[in-house]
């Protein structure tokens, strides 16, 4: 089955400097890579995802790029702000009936 | 449009007791995920449903877990004789179309203490 790999697991950076958490993922067949943010005691909130018919995918301060040769896709959030601090989740899946395989998370602390 | 409901937000069990969650689908979305959430860890899939349907409970253990999505009203994940170990966030999510690949959302969680 999918395994999905997430690094780094914490991560510290500067209000106003980049912001980028990587996953690796194993099942070649995936073609669906959603990012979730997580903060302190809340849901998990769908921030911007990528299907495999594209390499990147932007949304204001937010990117995310997709390698599938290197079967590794990552987030980029430009001039970060302390709101941005929480858990980022990234995920993956193929389009069978599958289950969303979640990596264990990046603790992001941007600090002001 | 309101979003993915659930019920309690917190239960506090004694060991051996029952827990019962109830998730409410958003509206127009028939499709029900389950997750697992232990501290500081990530979300490990339980269960998917449909309406009335089990489509895949590969991620939910065989011995005292159910789940359930009747053709009217929430789904329900069921635990029953609750242990320490079971002491977790459930999330679950919904999607409105059939296939995977549909964007999940989730709902706020209900957190689960057994004494």
């Known amino acids: 089955g999918e395994n999905v790999e997430q690094h780094p697991s914490t991560l510290s950076v500067q209000e106003g400097d980049s912001a980028v958490i990587k996953c690796t993922y194993s099942?070649?067949?995936?073609?669906?890579f959603p990012w979730y943010k997580q903060e302190l005691g809340k849901r998990p909130q769908l921030i911007i995802d990528?299907?495999?018919?594209?390499g990147e995918k932007k949304d204001q301060r937010i990117a995310v790029t997709l390698n599938k040769t290197a079967k590794h896709f990552s987030l980029h959030i430009t001039e970060t702000q302390p709101e941005d601090s929480a858990v980022y989740f990234c995920?993956?899946?193929?389009?069978?009936?599958?289950?969303?395989?979640f990596g264990k998370g990046t603790r992001l602390s941007v600090i002001a | 449009n309101a979003g993915v409901m659930q019920n309690p937000r917190h239960l506090v069990r004694r060991r051996g007791q029952e827990a019962r969650l109830r998730c409410s689908p958003m509206?127009?979305?028939?499709?029900v995920y389950w997750y697992r959430q232990l501290p500081e860890e990530g979300l490990k899939f339980m269960v998917y449903?449909?309406?009335?349907?089990?489509?895949?409970e590969s991620g939910m253990p065989k011995e005292r877990f159910s789940a359930e999505f009747p053709k009217e009203g929430p789904s329900i994940l069921r635990i029953q004789q609750v242990v320490r170990g079971d002491s977790a966030a459930y999330f679950c999510?919904?999607?409105?179309?059939?296939?995977?690949?549909?964007?999940?959302?989730f709902g706020p969680g209900t957190r689960l203490t057994v004494l």
């Open positions: 999510a919904s999607s409105p179309q059939a296939g995977w690949t549909d964007t999940q959302y």
């Open positions: 099942d070649s067949a995936s073609n669906y």
């Open positions: 990528i299907r495999s018919n594209v």
């Open positions: 995920a993956a899946k193929n389009s069978g009936n599958t289950p969303l395989v």
């Open positions: 509206k127009g979305h028939s499709h």
């Open positions: 449903l449909q309406k009335e349907n089990i489509i895949d």
